[in-house]
């Protein structure tokens, strides 16, 4: 398991850190001292057999999301929903602004 950007913060006279914690590789549920388990809101829960072999099949499916187009310009896409992806990004990722 790997942890990134560890902060550590005083809250109330307590010794508090963060850490940010990477979303799993594509097709590899990560397991804990022997268990898998997955974010249920603020969360965590076990991962049945089944979400296990989903997140296996992951990686047997081709991500069409991640793949480019050359010929491809800013033109080609429609400004209003370019707009709402830049409003979700920047929601989702405030610290990414500038």
Same mark, same amino acid.
């Given at each position: !398991?790997t942890f990134? =950007? &560890?902060?550590e *913060?005083?809250?109330g ?5 963060? !850490?940010n914690i990477p979303?799993?590789p594509? $097709? &590899?549920p &990560?397991a804990w001292? $022997?268990h898998?388990?997955?974010?249920n809101?603020? @969360? *965590?829960a076990?991962? @049945? *057999?089944v /979400? #296990? =072999? #989903? &997140?296996?099949?992951q @990686? *047997?499916r081709r =991500?069409?999301t991640?793949?480019t187009?050359? /010929?491809? @310009?800013?033109d080609?896409?429609d400004p /209003?929903?370019? =707009?709402?992806?830049?409003?979700a990004?920047? #929601?989702?990722h405030p610290?990414r602004? $500038?």
């Amino acid at each position: !398991m790997t942890f990134r =950007d &560890i902060k550590e *913060l005083d809250y109330g006279g307590k010794r508090v850190l963060l !850490m940010n914690i990477p979303p799993t590789p594509q $097709g &590899i549920p &990560i397991a804990w001292q $022997g268990h898998f388990y997955a974010r249920n809101g603020e @969360s *965590l829960a076990s991962l @049945s *057999l089944v /979400e #296990q =072999d #989903q &997140i296996r099949q992951q @990686s *047997l499916r081709r =991500d069409w999301t991640a793949a480019t187009v050359p /010929e491809a @310009s800013l033109d080609d896409f429609d400004p /209003e929903a370019l =707009d709402a992806a830049r409003q979700a990004f920047a #929601q989702r990722h405030p610290d990414r602004r $500038g």
